[in-house]
């Protein structure tokens, strides 16, 4: 099957742990879309969703005591991006059947469409950010 978010060198910004947590999020976002396509039972769908929802939260973590270390100026405009994002996954937790499967959808392309902008160019403005700090 076809991913349904793909990888591409535009996704790479040089920072070895930052790119693997982005790569795992790709991962779990196309194991939950195959998952809603072949519409496995409710409660594998739930654990998805809930690895999603902490592997994503551990991510921004991650990156938010960054922005805290390197004295980021632009640490709000992100975090507001990052909450975006976990308010949309929080969607996922509602009860939800097989039927509602369009909800899902749409949930997943706006999943799909922020991390299409969030990673090459906001994660990258920090990444060079920090880069461009150590230099100094
Ligand atoms: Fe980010």
């Known amino acids: 099957m076809v991913d349904f978010i ?6 790479f910004l040089n920072n070895k742990e930052i790119d693997n947590h982005h790569q795992r999020l790709f991962e779990i ?6 998952a809603v396509l ?10 998805i969703i809930e690895e999603l929802f902490q592997y994503s939260f551990y991510h921004f973590e991650y990156e938010e005591d960054l ?3 390197y ?4 640490t709000y405009e992100h975090v507001k991006q990052h909450e975006m994002f976990t308010d949309k996954v929080k969607d996922f937790n509602i ?3 097989m039927e509602d499967k369009k909800l899902y959808l749409e949930i997943l392309n706006f999943i799909k469409d922020w991390i299409q902008k969030h990673i090459p160019f906001i994660d990258k ?6 880069k ?5």
């Open 71 to 74: 004295n980021y100026k632009y």
């Open 38 to 47: 072949e519409s496995i039972h409710e409660s594998k769908l739930e654990q």
């Open 132 to 136: 461009a700090g150590q230099i100094g």
């Open 125 to 130: 403005k920090f990444v060079e950010f920090m």
């Open 67 to 69: 922005f805290a270390r």
């Open 6 to 11: 793909e990888w591409n060198n535009d996704f």
């Open 95 to 97: 009860k939800l059947v």
């Open 29 to 34: 976002i196309n194991q939950l879309y195959s």
